[in-house]
T-cell receptor, first 114, second 109 residues
Framework: DSGVTQTPKHLITATGQRVTLRCSPRSGDLSVYWYQQSLDQGLQFLIQYYNGEERAKGNILERFSAQQFPDLHSELNLSSLELGDSALYFC?????????????FGPGTRLTVL | GQNIDQPTEMTATEGAIVQINCTYQTSGFNGLFWYQQHAGEAPTFLSY??LDGLEEKGRFSSFLSRSKGYSYLLLKELQMKDSASYLC??????????WGAGTKLIIKP
C-alpha cells in the first residue's frame, strides 16, 4: 500500500458525460501528479500540482482539468467524454517540488466510456 | 526532444537472469528510476540511480552510465511473479520525469 488513495476504483459512463476522479496523496506529500494509461500503452503524464498550484503540464486535453485543494487532495475533471478516454487514470504523489523525489502511485481509477 | 528507449517485450525462463536495457536522451539528468507494473495495477518503485555504477537490492540490481545515457535493470532467479512491465523514467534538469513506454517481461516455466 503506497498510501495514495484514489476514488472511485471503477467508473462506467457514456460519451458526452463528465466525471470527476479524486486523489488523496500520502501524508506529508505536497506534489500530486495525474497520469493516463490506455490499454497496453505507456504512462502519459497529464498534469502536476504542488501545494495547490499547477507546476507542470503534459499531454492534457482541453476537455480535462484538475485542481489541488488546501487539504492537498486533488481532483481530475474529464468532460465531453469520448470512447478514446477509456483508460486507467493514476494519481501519484511525492514530498517536494524542485528536488529529486520518488513518486508513489495510487491504485488507479479505471474509466470506461460506452 | 527527450526520449527514453526500452525494448517492448522480453521473454525469459523461470530461475534464469534477464537484463532490461534503457537508453535515454533528456535535457539534463537528475536521476533514473525503475518501476514495476503488473497488468492493471499501479507502478511500484524499484530503484533509483543518480551516480554511475550498480545498485543492488536483493534479486534486483540497477546499473547506470551517465556518459552513455544508459541503464539496465537486472533480475536474477526469476520467479513467475516477476512477469510484469518494467518502466524506466529519467528526471531531467527541471525535475520532470520522462517515462519510457515500458518493457513487458514474460516469464515461462
Amino acid at each position: 500500500d503506497s498510501g495514495v488513495t484514489q476514488t472511485p476504483k471503477h467508473l462506467i459512463t457514456a460519451t458526452g458525460q463528465r466525471v470527476t476522479l479524486r486523489c488523496s496523496p500520502r501524508s506529508g506529500d505536497l506534489s500530486v501528479y495525474w497520469y493516463q494509461q490506455s490499454l497496453d500503452q505507456g504512462l502519459q503524464f497529464l498534469i502536476q500540482y504542488y501545494n495547490g498550484e499547477e507546476r507542470a503540464k503534459g499531454n492534457i486535453l482541453e476537455r480535462f482539468s484538475a485542481q489541488q485543494f488546501p487539504d492537498l487532495h486533488s481532483e481530475l475533471n474529464l468532460s465531453s467524454l469520448e470512447l478514446g478516454d477509456s483508460a486507467l487514470y493514476f494519481c501519484a504523489s511525492s514530498a517536494e517540488q524542485g528536488r529529486t523525489d520518488t513518486q508513489y502511485f495510487g491504485p488507479g481509477t479505471r474509466l470506461t466510456v460506452l | 526532444g527527450q526520449n527514453i528507449d526500452q525494448p517492448t517485450e522480453m521473454t525469459a525462463t523461470e530461475g534464469a537472469i534477464v537484463q532490461i536495457n534503457c537508453t535515454y536522451q533528456t535535457s539534463g539528468f537528475n536521476g533514473l528510476f525503475w518501476y514495476q507494473q503488473h497488468a492493471g495495477e499501479a507502478p511500484t518503485f524499484l530503484s533509483y540511480n543518480v551516480l554511475d555504477g550498480l545498485e543492488e537490492k536483493g534479486r534486483f540490481s540497477s546499473f547506470l552510465s551517465r556518459s552513455k545515457g544508459y541503464s539496465y535493470l537486472l533480475l536474477k532467479e526469476l520467479q513467475m511473479k516477476d512477469s510484469a512491465s518494467y518502466l524506466c523514467a529519467v528526471e531531467n534538469s527541471n525535475y520532470q520525469l520522462i517515462w519510457g513506454a515500458g518493457t513487458k517481461l514474460i516469464i515461462k516455466p
